[in-house]
């Protein structure tokens, strides 16, 4: 990934952060012949390793987990806030014109070589675990408990743990750094002002960026 240094994110917490309030990851990796990519919800155990383990599960039916590549890394990649930029929220644009759209993103990428896990005793831990994660802000959270016990364990028999010790993380926040500061001001009153969700969730990131300074 491109990376000028300005846009360079380096702190392992942050990073973390991002992963878990993002846990949708873009997993990629090499098999036969082409590049394969999955869509596979993370949980990320800071506590294993210098950087952390990504864990998650796939269908037994996918064939990933057999065709992943075994010795060059896999890539996850985890998307946080973004939404385009326009130069008329900047006030350098009105006073000389020299200015172009773009688009403002923070994004981490984990790199690791997969590892793949089939106890079933496991993959019930995980399951629970992950469960109680993203059941936890419901108003009546489900627990794989509620499902009878011989329905959760055929479920179980057709995934397969993948476990992602990481080697490396790597993370872009490219947030107007590279704006004179009115600008960056225009900016985060132009997100605002479009109130919605994405919007604002950026609008946090610049203003945290111009804090930092």
Same mark, same amino acid.
């Given at each position: ?20 309030? &993002?846990?949708? #990851? ?5 098999? $036969? ?5 999955? @869509? =596979?919800?993370? +949980?990320? *155990? ?62 981490? &990428?984990?790199? #690791? ?5 089939? $106890? ?5 831990? @995980? =399951?629970?675990? +992950?469960? *109680? ?81």
């Amino acid at each position: 990934m491109y990376i000028p240094k300005y846009h360079e994110e380096s702190d392992a917490l942050v990073l973390q952060s991002l992963i878990k309030a &993002h846990p949708l #990851g873009t997993w990629a990796t090499q098999g $036969d012949g082409e590049l394969i990519v999955n @869509h =596979v919800p993370f +949980l990320l *155990d800071a506590s294993r390793g210098d950087c952390g383990t990504l864990v998650g599960h796939v269908a037994r039916a996918n064939g990933v987990w057999q065709s992943f590549s075994k010795s060059v890394p896999s890539v996850v990649v985890f998307q946080g806030a973004e939404s385009y930029i326009t130069p008329s929220w900047y006030p350098s644009k009105h006073a000389h014109g020299k200015a172009v759209p773009t688009w403002n993103y923070v994004v981490v &990428h984990a790199h #690791g070589l997969p590892r793949v896990i089939e $106890d079933q005793a496991w993959l019930l831990r @995980h =399951v629970n675990q +992950l469960t *109680d994660v993203h059941e936890a802000g419901q108003a009546l959270p489900w627990r794989v408990s509620d499902a009878p016990a011989e329905f959760t364990a055929h479920m179980i028999e057709r995934i397969v743990g993948i476990e992602i010790p990481i080697a490396k993380l790597v993370g872009k926040w490219k947030v107007s750094q590279n704006r004179p500061e009115p600008d960056k001001l225009g900016v985060v009153a132009g997100l605002l002002a479009k109130d919605d969700p994405p919007s604002r969730a950026m609008a946090e990131v610049v203003n945290r960026q111009i804090s930092k300074r």
